[in-house]
């Protein structure tokens, strides 16, 4: 049994001098990827990649530092390419992020807003962004918060109060590279404490790479790192923790074995 890395930006630039390559790599350790996107352009990459690997999937949707330059027709075409291609699990990454304001704060609230309104209509999960915005993230949850709201906190950074707030509400919490970091204490402390029948991993390719790969480019090769980390935090065998993940992930994504 392989891995399931939840968030992996395999269409970025990083990977064009080789993503063949890093892609044959990658398929030895997973059995599913998920590409999220940051914009339409993005999304219609992601889905062009998920259409040739027939374990990978997609999400569609507007980052956050990108919402200054969203508009009617980008959200019409994210909502089109959702509704024609069954490649297309999620809506994301979306979310709030205040550490770069490249978009103003009501902008990126707005955004947030309408993409969380776009996945209930659509039926489908959400993948969110947040950095430095936790307060605000969990509020806007609160008041979109419907019988269809549900998705993945991705690339956790909160609270364990807050994460179980969320599980409350439906949620998944994934882990990223930070987890493994040495100095991530708090961090560890919310992967150690959160029920494994919550919790995700992924890779943020090409970002976030964990020990021992710091300073190089990351790719869902290196989920498992994550994977080991959380294993030894709550002390289980590494398969115990690659099967609860990625049976979470088939069950978030509603992808079918």
């Known amino acids: 049994m392989k891995l399931f890395d939840t968030h992996a930006h395999v269409y970025d630039k990083a990977f064009d001098n080789d993503r063949e390559a890093m ?3 990658v398929w030895e350790v997973c059995d599913y990827v998920v590409c999220p996107a940051e914009n339409l352009e993005t999304s219609r990459k992601a889905l062009a990649m998920a259409q040739q690997y027939p374990h990978m999937y997609a999400a569609a949707g507007i980052h956050p530092q990108l919402t200054a330059q969203a508009t009617e027709e980008e959200l019409d075409g994210i909502r089109k390419l959702a509704e024609e291609n069954d490649k297309i699990v999620a809506i994301g ?14 902008t990126q609230k707005e955004w947030f807003g309408r993409q969380i309104d776009l996945a209930a209509e659509l039926d489908l999960p959400i993948l969110i962004h947040d950095r430095d915005a936790h307060g605000d993230t969990l509020k806007i949850l609160k008041e979109h918060q419907t019988d269809r709201l549900r998705g993945i906190l991705h690339c956790y950074s ?8 969320l599980i409350q509400m439906g949620f998944y919490i994934s882990f990223a590279g930070p987890v ?12 150690r404490e959160l029920p ?5 991993v992924e890779t943020d390719s090409p970002y976030l790479t964990p020990p021992p790969f710091r300073g190089r480019r990351n790719d869902p090769s290196k989920v498992r790192y994550v994977a080991e980390e959380i294993a030894r935090l709550k002390e289980l065998p590494v398969e115990t923790v690659i ?3 990625r049976r979470n992930a088939l069950a978030i994504y509603q992808i079918a074995e």
């Open 93 to 106: 990454e979306i979310g709030l992020d205040y550490y770069y304001l490249y978009s103003d704060i009501e």
């Open 243 to 245: 099967e609860a993940t």
């Open 196 to 200: 494994l029948d919550r919790i995700l």
């Open 23 to 25: 892609m044959k790599t």
């Open 158 to 165: 909160g609270s364990l109060e807050m994460a179980k707030e």
């Open 180 to 191: 493994v970091f040495p100095k991530s204490t708090k961090l560890k402390e919310v992967a």
